[in-house]
């Protein structure tokens, strides 16, 4: 009946963990500050149309030379008219055009920025999770040395019967138990406040998560031309371009075309008046804005030139990071943790069916307490290889 329940239990749990996979697609899709992103590149796609539309036109309505005598004489004199009239801007040479470039650009950020959004909490997500799985190796670990502790202290109260053990040799192994109980429940704490703060990143309760914390050899490509952060610099070094582009072009200002239909008293003639205002620029100031649109657009390809060094750099750190963490690992579960393990059961047989008359506690105890530190050492190295790897998500891909 336990057996078929464990069965049961195991099954259940494979049934309903999740791969990471989907809960990373599930939380790009939840995350609220995600969705409101998309509603501004929503936002900046309607731009490159408002940017193609027209100032719209202005009708004007009026009547001039009212007399105040009598408002409603219209036929006293030949300036007596009733007016209606359109004023409409019509812009010149290529402006509409850049502006809509300019808009496109904007659009193109605001996608980029989000896809740079993204990368960055689906990295996120991943230490977190690989955090909680690696507190639960901790917490297990703890748990099987508080049993060896245990079985330690079944030992020593046997040799205490025969004078092979004191009473103070058993009270400090009862102290080791109480202390590695106190650093299990902390662990346990910290874990309850990860698996917290995962949830606030997915918009979803915790629940067992497929994921492998096995070590393997992995390779961190540096093919990071298209990051969208690289492409965010890229993109803005055209926008400037063009804004510079743009302001040289508003030298050719609008022109503002006005036609008014005058409607006079019956034995005058109706008119028609067409005016045309034209914006000088005589000061200059268009070229000043085109060439700090230029020196910003300079900026931004200094900018693109750290930023790759950057990327560069900061992938050769991840890299060498995981390298020498998965080394260590290595010799630890191969040459040191084993040997301590050795030593360990040595030290029990021998002082088992040793004829001296005490047992050397401090020696098994010195013994544990170094075994112990190891086995966390090893899991350290554990937390620094899945912490870069998680930190390479963001950067760059990864070969294995």
């Given at each position: 009946?336990?057996?078929?329940?464990?069965?049961?239990?195991?099954?259940?749990?494979?049934?309903?963990?999740?791969?990471?996979?989907?809960?990373?697609?599930?939380?790009?899709?939840?995350?609220?500050?995600?969705?409101?992103?998309?509603?501004?590149?929503?936002?900046?796609?309607?731009?490159?149309?408002?940017?193609?539309?027209?100032?719209?036109?202005?009708?004007?309505?009026?009547?001039?030379?009212?007399?105040?005598?009598?408002?409603?004489?219209?036929?006293?004199?030949?300036?007596?008219?009733?007016?209606?009239?359109?004023?409409?801007?019509?812009?010149?040479?290529?402006?509409?055009?850049?502006?809509?470039?300019?808009?496109?650009?904007?659009?193109?950020?605001?996608?980029?920025?989000?896809?740079?959004?993204?990368?960055?909490?689906?990295?996120?997500?991943?230490?977190?999770?690989?955090?909680?799985?690696?507190?639960?190796?901790?917490?297990?670990?703890?748990?099987?040395?508080?049993?060896?502790?245990?079985?330690?202290?079944?030992?020593?109260?046997?040799?205490?019967?025969?004078?092979?053990?004191?009473?103070?040799?058993?009270?400090?192994?009862?102290?080791?138990?109480?202390?590695?109980?106190?650093?299990?429940?902390?662990?346990?704490?910290?874990?309850?406040?990860?698996?917290?703060?995962?949830?606030?990143?997915?918009?979803?309760?915790?629940?067992?998560?497929?994921?492998?914390?096995?070590?393997?050899?992995?390779?961190?490509?540096?093919?990071?031309?298209?990051?969208?952060?690289?492409?965010?610099?890229?993109?803005?070094?055209?926008?400037f371009d063009n804004t510079s582009l743009y302001e040289k072009e508003k030298k050719n200002s609008d022109i503002k075309l006005s036609v008014n239909y005058f409607q006079r008293d019956s034995k005058y003639e109706d008119y028609l008046n067409v005016s045309v205002a034209i914006p000088l620029s005589?000061?200059?100031?268009e070229d000043i804005k085109a060439k700090k649109a230029k020196l910003k657009a300079n900026e931004f390809k200094n900018l693109l030139e750290d930023s790759k060094l950057q990327f560069k750099n900061q992938i050769s750190i991840l890299q060498d990071n995981i390298n020498n963490a998965l080394y260590?690992?290595?010799?630890?579960?191969?040459?040191?943790?084993?040997?301590?393990?050795?030593?360990?059961?040595?030290?029990?047989?021998?002082?088992?069916?040793?004829?001296?008359?005490?047992?050397?506690?401090?020696?098994?105890?010195?013994?544990?307490?170094?075994?112990?530190?190891?086995?966390?050492?090893?899991?350290?190295?554990?937390?620094?290889?899945?912490?870069?790897?998680?930190?390479?998500?963001?950067?760059?891909?990864?070969?294995?």
């Amino acid at each position: 009946m336990i057996k078929q329940s464990l069965i049961l239990i195991l099954f259940s749990s494979l049934i309903f963990a999740k791969s990471i996979d989907k809960v990373v697609d599930e939380a790009l899709i939840k995350n609220s500050s995600l969705q409101a992103m998309e509603q501004t590149i929503a936002s900046a796609k309607e731009q490159i149309d408002l940017a193609s539309k027209w100032e719209n036109p202005v009708l004007s309505l009026g009547a001039t030379d009212i007399q105040f005598d009598d408002i409603s004489k219209r036929d006293l004199e030949a300036m007596q008219a009733q007016f209606i009239g359109l004023t409409q801007t019509i812009p010149l040479g290529e402006k509409k055009e850049i502006e809509q470039d300019i808009a496109r650009n904007d659009y193109e950020l605001s996608k980029l920025l989000l896809e740079d959004k993204k990368l960055e909490l689906r990295a996120k997500i991943y230490e977190y999770i690989y955090n909680i799985k690696l507190l639960d190796e901790r917490i297990a670990l703890f748990s099987e040395l508080k049993q060896n502790v245990n079985e330690l202290q079944k030992l020593l109260e046997e040799f205490y019967k025969y004078n092979k053990a004191s009473q103070i040799d058993i009270i400090k192994v009862q102290t080791l138990y109480v202390e590695l109980d106190i650093s299990e429940r902390k662990l346990i704490n910290t874990q309850t406040t990860m698996k917290l703060k995962l949830e606030q990143l997915t918009y979803s309760s915790y629940k067992d998560i497929d994921i492998s914390t096995e070590l393997e050899e992995i390779v961190l490509e540096k093919n990071f031309d298209n990051h969208p952060k690289l492409l965010q610099i890229k993109k803005n070094i055209e926008k400037f371009d063009n804004t510079s582009l743009y302001e040289k072009e508003k030298k050719n200002s609008d022109i503002k075309l006005s036609v008014n239909y005058f409607q006079r008293d019956s034995k005058y003639e109706d008119y028609l008046n067409v005016s045309v205002a034209i914006p000088l620029s005589v000061y200059g100031s268009e070229d000043i804005k085109a060439k700090k649109a230029k020196l910003k657009a300079n900026e931004f390809k200094n900018l693109l030139e750290d930023s790759k060094l950057q990327f560069k750099n900061q992938i050769s750190i991840l890299q060498d990071n995981i390298n020498n963490a998965l080394y260590s690992y290595e010799k630890l579960n191969e040459s040191i943790i084993p040997k301590y393990n050795q030593i360990q059961r040595t030290l029990e047989s021998y002082n088992r069916f040793s004829s001296l008359k005490q047992i050397d506690s401090k020696q098994l105890i010195r013994n544990l307490n170094e075994l112990i530190n190891y086995k966390l050492k090893a899991i350290d190295e554990k937390q620094t290889y899945f912490t870069n790897f998680s930190n390479s998500i963001y950067f760059t891909k990864v070969k294995k």
